[in-house]
């Protein structure tokens, strides 16, 4: 494999390397939301408009459905503990 084909795998595989490093410090719904948007501006170019919506609605629907609906309890962070969960 030659550095030029790598380079797509790094693409993805350090800001994968770095939501996981990143939740065990702030969470997984925050390292969620700053990973969902990073990726989505980086890689896919999308607007901030879109960037934004995303990157908050994902998490928040995330949160909903396994620690209220499923109640399968997930890292938090210091904002999840701020907030009271």
Do not use: C, D, N, S
């Amino acid at each position: 494999m030659t550095l030029e084909q790598f380079r797509p795998v790094l693409k993805v595989l350090w800001p994968a390397v770095a939501l996981v490093v990143l939740t065990q410090w702030i969470g997984l719904y925050v390292a969620a939301a700053l990973y969902t948007g990073f990726y989505m501006r980086w890689i896919g170019r999308h607007t901030w408009l879109a960037v934004l919506a995303v990157a908050i609605l994902f998490p928040l629907a995330t949160f909903f459905v396994f620690e209220k609906w499923f109640l399968v309890p997930m890292p938090k962070g210091p904002l999840e503990a701020w907030l009271g969960q």
